[in-house]
């Protein structure tokens, strides 16, 4: 099975500052690498999917990069709706599996 | 619009058996991979199962920690899916999610809103 290690567990930050969110997988997916956003009591919400493509309707100011083991996904500016958690997923390899989140909280 | 509504979610003992449903609306539900995915209280996200279309095979696949108690179904007449899962333990107390595989293959892009499960005595 594939682990996802997301760092950090919470990232403090304040609007307008960049974020950089990490996610590194114990093997080699390619770029099989999607990334999530939560908002409390909703279902994720797709953002990013091959590491580095922004599914539809996902602002601009969302990035992500990678391959092989290590992703990142990069917020250019926070806007205060984007202080929530935000998990990564692989699909690499069956099973599917999601890393452990990161929670982006005002600074 | 694509619309994932999720039910059948409760308390159960451990031990007991519980079925879940998810009514698919907006989309053509034959042609889609249907997925469970599970977020215990205050928890990550977990995947449970994957059941590919009929046309793909229809075949289910199974994380570790259910394969054996849960088992994923789906009617295309209905557009339905469901999780029947048995032998509850009260590690699988989470809300689960219905997601639909769309336009980014293994990388779910429509989800419910998800159902409780809490298996407790």
């Known amino acids: 099975e594939i682990v996802l290690t997301q760092s950090p567990a919470t990232l403090s930050l304040s609007p307008g500052e960049r974020a950089t969110l990490s996610c590194r997988a114990s093997?080699?997916?390619?770029?099989?690498l999607a990334w999530y956003q939560q908002k409390p009591g909703q279902a994720p919400r797709l953002l990013i999917y091959?590491?580095?493509n922004r599914a539809t309707d996902i602002p601009a100011r969302f990035s992500g990069s990678g391959s092989g083991t290590d992703f990142t996904l990069t917020i250019s500016s926070l806007e205060p709706e984007d202080f929530v958690v935000y998990y990564c997923?692989?699909?690499?390899?069956?099973?599917?599996?999601f890393g452990g989140g990161t929670k982006v909280e005002i600074k | 619009e694509v619309q994932l509504v999720e039910s059948g979610g409760g308390l159960v003992k451990p031990g007991g058996s519980l079925r879940l449903s998810c009514a698919a609306s907006?989309?053509?539900?034959?042609?889609?991979?249907m997925s469970w995915v599970r977020q215990a209280p205050g928890k990550g996200l977990e995947w449970v199962g994957r059941?590919?279309?009929?046309?793909?095979?229809?075949?289910?696949d199974y994380a570790a920690p259910v394969k054996g108690r849960f088992t994923i179904s789906r009617d295309d007449s209905t557009n339905t899916l469901s999780l029947q899962m048995s032998s509850l333990k009260t590690e699988d107390t989470a809300v689960y999610y219905c997601?639909?595989?769309?336009?980014?293959?293994?990388?779910?892009?429509?989800w419910g809103q998800g159902t409780l499960v809490t298996v407790s005595s």
């Open positions: 091959d590491a580095s």
């Open positions: 093997q080699s997916i390619s770029s099989y």
């Open positions: 997601a639909m595989h769309g336009d980014y293959g293994d990388f779910p892009d429509s």
């Open positions: 907006g989309f053509t539900f034959s042609n889609a991979w």
């Open positions: 059941m590919k279309s009929k046309s793909a095979g229809g075949t289910t």
């Open positions: 997923q692989q699909r690499g390899r069956w099973p599917l599996s």
